[in-house]
C-alpha cells in the first residue's frame, strides 16, 4: 500500500505542474503572438512569411494562437483551459493595442455572439439531461444549499 504522505505530496506536485504549466504555455504563445501581431506589419519583409496581408487576418491570428495554446497545453499534460485563459488576458491587455477599432469592435461582436451561442447550447444540453436522467432528490441538500445562498451571498 502506497504512504499517504507520498500520495498527497503527489497529487500537490501533479497540481503544481497542471496550473503552472498552463500559465507558463499561456504566457509563452501569448508573448509570440502579440510579437507577431506588433512587428509583422512594421516590417514589410516579415509579413509574406506570416500570412501574406497581415492587417486583414489579424483577427484570425489572435484567435489561432489562442487555439494553439489550448493544443500545446493539452500535448504537454498541463492544464490547456488555463493556457487559453492565459493567452487571452495577455491578449486583451498588449495584442489589442494592435489592433484597429474597427477589428477590435469585430473582435468583441464576433466573441459575444459565440459565447451566447456556446451558453445557449450547454443549457439545452443540461435541460435535455435533465429531463431524460432518473435523479435523486436530496431535500437536506437542496435546502442547505438554498439556505447558504442566502446567507453567504
Known amino acids: 500500500m502506497d504512504n499517504p504522505g507520498n500520495v498527497v505530496g ?26 507577431v501581431t506588433r512587428f ?4 514589410s519583409t516579415l509579413e509574406p512569411l506570416i500570412i ?3 492587417t486583414r487576418y489579424r483577427l484570425t491570428i489572435l484567435v489561432s ?3 494553439f495554446s489550448y493544443l500545446i497545453g493539452e500535448s504537454l ?6 493556457s487559453v485563459l492565459v493567452t487571452s488576458i495577455f ?11 474597427k477589428s477590435e469592435a469585430t473582435l468583441k461582436q464576433t466573441f459575444g455572439a459565440l459565447g ?16 431524460t436522467h432518473d435523479h435523486y432528490w436530496d431535500y437536506a441538500f437542496i435546502l442547505l444549499s438554498l439556505a447558504f445562498i442566502f446567507i453567504f451571498r
Do not use: D, P, Q
Not at 451566447?116 to 429531463?131: D, P, S, W
Open 10 to 35: 503527489l497529487a500537490f506536485g501533479k497540481f503544481f505542474w497542471v496550473t503552472f504549466g498552463g500559465i507558463i504555455v499561456g504566457l509563452s504563445v501569448g508573448f509570440i503572438g502579440t510579437f
Open 40 to 43: 509583422a506589419t512594421l516590417t
Open 52 to 54: 501574406g496581408n497581415l
Open 65 to 67: 494562437f489562442c487555439f
Open 77 to 82: 499534460i498541463v492544464s490547456g483551459v488555463m
Open 91 to 101: 491578449f486583451g491587455r498588449y495584442a489589442s493595442m494592435n489592433i484597429s477599432r
Open 116 to 131: 451566447h451561442t456556446a451558453e445557449e447550447v450547454l443549457f439545452m444540453i443540461i435541460g435535455i439531461a435533465l429531463v
